[in-house]
């Protein structure tokens, strides 16, 4: 497509991306009007809401629109899989400069629908607006079906510890990325598109999971929120930790113990759970500690030992 923002015009984009979404059953009015109807027939929606901004959480020279797309749309729908819901459809608020070639926000919608696409969700609307900063703002929308919400306050002594999904490698990738690299590639794809285990969220509720969240700011950092709201503590075991061989060698290139991206490392969206000691969990599932009583504060300990370095990303913290 040739041109720019500016020359399409606000309603000119809109139908160029409009043009590109697909839809499903849950979606009974999409975009067009002046919002969208998404039926819920338990009248429960699990919502979400997540923003991305230019030079914070994504480069252009390091991901294409499209890997954006796929990104900010599975880091919000792995939000809704978390609470134990099945995502049903996405909203898109938009922010771009006029002079910005009109090939980019239309490769952003086909990434933000093919990730729709594999969690059986939908883009159903949004709005564009004109700005100096590319921004990418994302709500969510989800159905729990017949399930109660997997909250983080349920955990509870006893129960163990699992995770399904990969922890580390988009920090990895991060890595190789901000050292100029592009490989080994199944790690910076990891970091510009990560891959939630959508199903495992509802799967895991029907389990009998007791609090659950995906890993977005770091494995440590997300657990202790669970740690915080149930008031206990959560003991890890880092031999259990899955660190991959080529991880492996890329923390000895860059001087880093990989064990460090599996726990504080954030954006691969896997899914972590407690779960009722003696709980028959898939394949997929890996136990990696288990919940203990407070003795203090509620916190995340590994082998035993407090964590006294950071846990994972913080928006506010020191730079």
């Known amino acids: 497509m040739k041109g720019t923002v500016g020359e399409l015009g606000e309603f000119g984009l809109i139908r160029e991306l409009t043009s590109r ?10 975009p067009g009007d002046d919002a969208a109807v998404v039926a819920t027939p338990d009248r429960r929606v699990v919502a979400s809401t997540d923003v991305l901004l230019e030079g914070n959480h994504f480069r252009r020279d390091w991901s294409t629109a499209y890997d954006v797309g796929r990104k900010a749309a599975a880091q919000n729908l792995a939000d809704i899989a978390a609470m134990g819901a099945v995502p049903t ?12 070639p009109a090939t980019w ?28 900063t590319i921004t990418v703002a994302i ?10 919400p997997v909250t983080r306050s349920g955990a509870r002594p006893g129960d163990v510890v699992a995770v399904t999904g990969w922890l580390g490698w988009s920090a990895a990738g991060f890595a190789v990325l901000s050292r100029g690299f592009r490989s080994p590639r199944a790690f910076v794809e990891a970091h510009r598109r ?24 770091g494995l440590i950092a997300d657990l202790g929120h669970i740690a915080d709201a149930s008031g206990v503590v959560i003991d890890l075991r880092s031999g259990d930790l899955d660190i991959p061989a080529q991880m492996r060698d890329i923390g000895h290139a860059v001087g880093v113990d990989p064990v460090r991206w599996v726990l504080t490392g954030g954006e691969d969206h896997a899914i972590v759970a407690t779960f009722p000691s003696g709980t028959k969990l898939p ?3 890996k136990i990696i500690g288990e919940v203990r009583p407070p003795a203090g504060r509620p916190q995340v300990t590994v082998n035993g030992a407090p964590w006294e370095a950071a846990g994972g990303w913080e928006h506010f913290g020191d730079a």
């Not at 996405?90 to 006029?98: A, D, I, Q, Y």
């Not at 990560?194 to 977005?216: I, K, N, R």
């Open 139 to 148: 709500t969510a929308l989800g159905n729990l079906g017949n399930r109660e």
């Open 21 to 30: 979404l697909t839809t499903t059953a849950a979606v009974a009015l999409g």
């Open 194 to 217: 990560p891959e939630p285990p959508y199903h495992a969220g509802p799967a895991a509720a029907d389990l009998g999971a007791t609090a659950m969240t995906d890993v977005s700011d």
């Open 89 to 100: 459809a996405l909203l898109l608020g938009l922010v771009v400069p006029p002079d910005l």
């Open 283 to 285: 394949a997929r599932w």
């Open 105 to 132: 926000p239309v490769e952003l919608m086909d990434g933000l629908r093919d990730e729709c696409q594999v969690a059986g969700a939908a883009v159903v609307g949004g709005d564009v607006v004109r700005g100096a």
